[in-house]
């Protein structure tokens, strides 16, 4: 009986301990994953200053509103309560079902839309507000992208690095706060030796 019994709490230990390396494999490998990719995008909060100098670039801005790299959803929600309708598209589906739940929590769900999606599988070209929380292997690459499918009406705000081609119409914050805002309409026709970007017409 005796053995029949530590058996029962062996068996119930290594459920336990299965069960436990399971739930935490889920939530922790969307935070991994990404660091094993060819560019790695981590997730790093914005701060509030980075927020407050975000906002002060979509100043007299009107249109639709995209977060490349959302992360748990701060700067959608931001530009919602500014009357933007805003979207976010973030590859970790742990951030992005908080990013909803904040969204609901704070009353603009109505005005947002976050996304499970890996952005260069994603055509940006409907958007005329692009908001960047960049790495600078990916801004090369990222540059040319958005350079092909925006319209030309189009503002880039970069956040932390800037693009290493365009030179920025607005600047404001400092460090790490630091904000690059980037027209189209002023950006199309830069050349770049390390992308040979074939400059387009005017706009």
């Known amino acids: 009986e ?5 058996r029962s709490w062996g068996l119930l230990v290594t459920a336990g301990v299965g069960g436990t390396l399971v739930a ?5 490998t969307p935070f991994v994953t990404p660091a094993l990719r060819k560019v790695c995008l981590p997730f790093v909060p914005a701060t509030s200053t980075q927020i407050q100098n975000v906002l002060k670039m979509l100043e007299n801005r009107s249109g639709s509103l995209v977060d490349i790299g959302s992360g748990d959803g701060r700067i959608v929600i931001a530009a919602a309560k500014r009357g933007f309708k805003a979207v976010g598209y973030e590859l970790n589906p742990w951030l992005v079902w908080y990013s909803r739940y904040r969204a609901r929590r704070d009353g603009v769900h109505q005005n947002t839309k976050f996304y499970i999606s890996d952005l260069w599988k994603v055509s940006f070209s409907h958007y005329t507000n692009v908001v960047v929380f960049g790495v600078p292997q990916m801004m090369p690459q990222l540059e040319k992208k958005l350079e092909e ?13 800037p693009f290493p081609c365009w030179i920025p119409d607005h600047t404001t914050g400092e460090g790490i706060d630091t904000v690059w805002a980037y027209d189209l309409k002023h950006s199309r026709g830069c050349e770049t030796k390390s992308l040979e970007i074939t400059p387009e017409a005017e706009c």
């Open 24 to 28: 935490l494999y889920a939530v922790v």
């Open 2 to 6: 005796a053995g029949s019994r530590r």
């Open 149 to 161: 499918e925006l319209e030309c009406n189009a503002r880039i705000i970069a956040c932390r690095f």
